[in-house]
């Protein structure tokens, strides 16, 4: 008999919620162990994905955990905050009086459940709290990550291709940086199949575009869709899923994601939002893009910020 794929989500909330239905819909996990400090909440939101198993096309068991269940889990996907904190103002930072207490309140949990898997950040500030829990689990380099500028990438990734009417999996591009207001896009990095987009626009007017406005899209998206709801949901469940396949087939596959910085691009210290092949030991390689002068000093200028916000963990 092979081995079922079980996946723990931390946290029920909206995000949490979501990154379940969409393994279970997607048929990415065989089983979920929910986990969330509101039982009510928590018992509400299995009872909801167990009434779905039913018409699936793959078969799902859901049911609520404790951290000291998360030892039997080959991925767990961070999900606890308190998005509330972010109504009103448009900066992922302004959680991490939340995030990280709650963060560390159950790191040495995690550690004495036995848990020996991948986990996947998603809470924000992401770069940050992904570094408290890298630290904090002393799990071995790359099996602590954050889904970091994956879902701005995907962002992306959707503008390019409502500008340029090429399907989005034709597209390579990146949102670099911080999950976060200090992210950017590297222009020379963008290609189409391997056909860079300078070279496109050479000849195709669909690809002569306002670099500037777009880049501005994809960062504020996330705030449009805020406006409305208070929370994201789609976009964010998808990016994370989509690294729990990748895990769990041990694809290879390169995708941007938060993570440690040893020497990559110039810096160290800090998580950040950078290409990485991603398999079954979580992030195997960073990938180090030929990025331009101009961009490699954006890249720093990130780093920097979020250094910045790094700051504040001595307050807490
Ligand atoms: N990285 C990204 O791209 C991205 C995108 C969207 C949201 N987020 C972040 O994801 C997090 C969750 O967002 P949301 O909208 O679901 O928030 P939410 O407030 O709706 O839900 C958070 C859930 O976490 C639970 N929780 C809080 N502390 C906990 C703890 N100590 N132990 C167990 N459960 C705990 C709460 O009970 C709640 O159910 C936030 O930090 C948000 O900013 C990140």
Not at 205 to 210: Q, S, T, V
Not at 212 to 241: D, H, R
């Amino acid at each position: 008999m092979t081995k079922n794929r079980v996946v723990g989500v931390i946290g029920l909330g909206h995000v949490g919620a979501h990154v379940a239905y969409s393994l279970a819909v997607q048929g990415i996990a065989d089983e979920l162990v929910l986990v969330d400090q509101n039982q009510q909440k928590l018992q509400s939101e299995v009872q909801d994905l167990r009434d779905a198993a039913a018409y699936l096309p793959h078969r799902v068991t859901v049911r609520p955990g404790d951290f000291a269940d998360l030892g039997e889990c080959d991925v767990i996907v961070n999900s606890a905050g308190k998005i509330d904190l972010l109504r009103g103002n448009h900066d992922r930072v302004k959680e991490m009086d939340f995030t990280i207490p709650a963060v560390r309140s159950y790191t040495e949990k995690i550690k004495a459940s036995g848990f020996d898997g991948v986990v996947i950040n998603i809470t924000n500030p992401c770069d940050i709290v992904t570094r408290e829990l890298a630290l904090g689990l002393g799990l071995p380099k790359g099996r602590v990550f954050g889904t970091g500028t994956g879902l701005d990438t995907s962002r992306l990734l959707s503008a390019l291709a409502r500008q340029t009417g090429i399907d989005h999996k034709s597209i390579t591009c990146y949102m670099l940086g911080e999950h976060g207001n200090q992210q950017f896009a590297p222009w020379s990095c963008v290609s189409f199949r391997g056909m860079p987009l300078d070279k496109w626009a050479q000849t195709d007017e669909r690809f002569r575009f306002d670099r500037e406005a777009l880049q501005k899209e994809s960062i504020g998206g996330a705030w449009v869709t805020f406006s409305g709801k208070n929370c994201t949901e789609y976009g964010i469940s998808t990016t994370a899923a989509r690294m729990v396949h990748i895990v769990l087939h041990d694809e290879k596959a390169i995708m941007p994601a938060s993570m440690e910085l040893c020497g990559e691009y110039g810096e160290s210290g800090l998580f950040a939002g950078v290409p990485c092949v991603i398999g079954a030991k979580g992030v195997e390689e960073v990938v180090e893009l030929p990025l331009t002068d101009e961009e490699k000093a954006k890249f720093h200028a990130c780093c920097e910020g979020i250094r910045h916000n790094m700051e504040h963990l001595k307050e807490l």
